[in-house]
């Protein structure tokens, strides 16, 4: 479950620009509840709460009613599988 959000996360920031440096969409912030979030990706949303807790916990993101605001994608990329690097080489 951990990587599924984290790489979720990362193809958002990656779709919207954030990763490459161009932000298309001239913001690091997205509304997307954890309801939402846990239907996407077929978990609890207790789940979702959990792993985005401790995302935030190390700074990579912030949390907040529904409000993501992604804070250091270095970071998240750290958090995440090797799999989101080999998506983002072979649909780049």
Same mark, same amino acid.
Do not use: P
């Given at each position: 479950?951990? &990587?599924? *959000?984290? *790489?979720?996360? *990362?193809?958002?920031? =990656?779709?919207?620009? %954030? ?6 969409? &001239? =913001?690091?912030?997205?509304? *997307?509840?954890?309801? %939402? ?23 990579? !993101? ?7 605001? %992604? !804070? ?9 599988? &090797? ?10």
């Amino acid at each position: 479950m951990r &990587e599924s *959000l984290q *790489l979720a996360m *990362l193809s958002i920031t =990656s779709r919207l620009g %954030f990763a490459d440096g161009c932000n298309r969409a &001239e =913001s690091n912030t997205i509304l *997307l509840t954890q309801e %939402f979030l846990s239907e996407m990706l077929g978990v609890r949303r207790t789940s979702v709460t959990d792993v985005a807790s401790k995302m935030q916990a190390v700074g990579a !993101i912030s949390y907040s009613r529904s409000v993501i605001k %992604f !804070i250091d994608l270095g970071k998240l990329r750290n958090m995440s599988c &090797e799999c989101y690097e080999t998506l983002r080489e072979n649909t780049g």
